[in-house]
């Protein structure tokens, strides 16, 4: 790169880039930086008015930073709204599905990409399928199913369905292809059975997909909103999500304060989960092109 | 054996999943409401009269419109967006890309009841966004409560939503256009403009399908934007079809509102199919 001799080196690559493409690289870094700032203003929003009293939050002209930060509304939150229980239920929820989305999907996932079974070929093409059709087509009759089953304004209601889902067999299925086969029967030969196979040789190979799996799978249910709020009828049920727009949509509709509290208990959580795991976050969307 | 390792998922798969898209399609041609849930032998066979009732009722039609106008806005901008940023993280600059990156993507990740929370303050007409508008002098609408604003409103709160997802599909993609071709291009006296046109664009082809179906299949289904930001309004201006398939859910009406899913479901199923179609033919 260092190397003056230029025509073998792109011009702006060179060291001494001509004038123009300097400007341009600046003008670029301008753009793109007021790009980020405006695609973060609402996050900066939220975080910063959910320190202000609500008589801030409304006052105009409104201000960015707090004249007088203030955790009241998040100790209201917790003393008056029941959050502490949401977030359990939000979380309890998440992980119980993504636990049964690791254990479930990756063993038909195994199956469907090592084992050869009559009726493979239509199992698989069905997960293709479900992949697209989209959430509101089975709403109705999975709720009246739901209901029938007594499960309704229940935890078992609320998990049951995203137990397993087409996206995580997907996902394991293709994975799981792409081990080479010579490891499959080397443990074959070795004596191992398929389900020895399966915990010794596969599962401990597929830890990027299930990585993966855990985060997309805690990430949409974290998020999820239309069967929760279909589902959980009364408060000890409701997730953080459902909690959040029944309140907004409440008496309590012009309390911003308590509002942007709430809003920022929901996406915390995600939020510091994505710093810290990004890479995985970003991959396994970009893989899927699914959230 | 192998069956053995499937019937956990094919178990629950076959019940909340399977089960359930044969069981709407067979509402749409009933007369089901929620009347009848337990009692499942008083429901009669309408044929196809709750697709014709959709048809003949002018919020339904609204509906398909406003949908159309949210797919065929949202996506070309959600793409363009999506392309400009890949390009320029990629080759654009060298310094804070992953900065960058992580930043633009952030809304993706977040629940969007949360981020409604927000958006509804920002759009108010003495709020955020009217307020810059105002500081180059333009006099913004009413956002939310303006029937020719509210869809305009939506879209851009979706766009920014989603466009981080094709950014890194993008991204990926662009990683595999070789870096070469394009400087063997530009020593040639192409602009990078005609660079882009004529190698980068055309390598991406196939990322471009993958995009535009994804954004497709996730955009006919409109939903979370119009329920969490307007309930419909105002005037059944952000109704969409699957607004207008929950609102009839809400009424009762188990039949039209399975109906009106399953016009979604050929719309979805249509698009990608014509997509896929006309960038093989170009390929």
Not at chain 1, 26 to 38: M, Q
């Amino acid at each position: 790169m260092a190397t003056m001799t230029a025509r073998t080196v792109p011009a702006d690559r060179a060291a001494g880039a001509p004038r123009s493409t300097r400007t341009a690289r600046t003008l670029l870094y301008g753009t793109l930086i007021l790009g980020l700032l405006a695609t973060l203003a609402p996050f900066a929003w939220m975080f910063l008015g959910s320190v202000k009293p609500t008589g801030e939050i409304v006052a105009h002209p409104s201000t960015w930073l707090p004249d007088s930060p203030t955790l009241v509304n998040f100790d209201r939150l917790l003393s008056k709204q029941n959050f502490g229980l949401y977030f359990f239920n939000s979380s309890l929820v998440a992980m119980a599905c993504v636990m049964g989305n690791l254990l479930f999907c990756s063993m038909a996932g195994y199956a469907l990409a090592k084992i050869e079974f009559a009726g493979k070929r239509v199992l698989f093409s069905l997960v293709l399928t479900m992949l697209i059709i989209p959430g509101v087509t089975t709403f109705v009759p999975l709720f009246v199913l739901v209901s029938n089953m007594g499960l309704s304004n229940s935890y078992l209601g609320l998990i049951l369905p995203f137990l397993v889902t087409p996206l995580g067999v997907f996902l394991m299925r293709q994975f799981v292809h792409d081990i080479p086969d010579s490891l499959v029967e080397a443990a074959r030969l070795d004596g191992a059975g398929e389900v020895r196979t399966f915990l010794s040789v596969i599962l401990p190979l597929c830890r990027p997909a299930l990585a993966t799996l855990a985060i997309l799978t805690f990430l949409a249910q974290w998020n999820n909103f239309l069967w929760p709020l279909v589902v959980a009828q009364t408060e000890e049920h409701y997730t953080l999500p459902v909690a959040l727009a029944l309140f907004s949509v409440g008496a309590n509709g012009t309390n911003y304060g308590l509002l942007l509290a709430g809003a920022v208990t929901v996406v915390t959580p995600i939020i510091l989960l994505f710093l810290v795991l990004q890479k995985h976050f970003i991959q396994g969307i970009a893989n899927t092109g699914i959230k | 054996m192998a069956w053995g390792f499937c019937s956990p998922f094919v178990a629950l798969f076959a019940t909340f999943g399977v089960w359930p898209v044969f069981s709407s399609l067979s509402m749409s041609v009933t007369d089901i409401t929620s009347r009848d849930v337990r009692t499942p032998f008083s429901v009669n066979f309408v044929g196809l009269d709750n697709y014709s009732a959709l048809f003949a009722d002018p919020t339904f039609v609204r509906a398909v419109l406003n949908t159309l106008y949210f797919v065929a806005v949202g996506i070309p901008l959600t793409m363009v967006i999506a392309l400009a940023l890949a390009v320029a993280l990629n080759s654009g600059i060298r310094r804070a890309k992953a900065l960058f990156r992580v930043g633009y993507f952030a809304p993706v990740v977040t629940s969007i009841v949360a981020v409604a929370v927000v958006w509804r303050y920002l759009y108010k007409p003495d709020g955020m966004i009217n307020s810059a508008l105002a500081a180059i002098g333009i006099h913004g609408p009413d956002w939310l409560n303006d029937p020719h604003w509210s869809m305009p409103a939506l879209i851009l709160m979706a766009v920014w939503r989603h466009f981080g997802i094709p950014m890194v599909i993008f991204l990926a993609g662009l990683q595999s256009v070789p870096a070469e071709l394009h400087e063997a291009a530009r020593m040639d006296g192409a602009t990078r403009w005609r660079a882009f046109r004529s190698i980068t664009l055309p390598l991406l082809r196939p990322t471009t399908l993958i995009v535009a179906i994804l954004l497709s299949i996730s955009y006919l289904q409109f939903f979370e934007e119009p329920f969490v930001m307007t309930s419909g309004g105002p005037l059944d201006s952000t109704v969409s079809i699957s607004y207008y398939a929950y609102r009839q859910f809400g009424f009762g009406n188990y039949g039209l509102a399975s109906a009106a899913s399953y016009v979604l479901v050929t719309a979805i199923a249509l698009l990608s199919f014509v997509q896929f179609r006309i960038f093989r033919a170009k390929v």
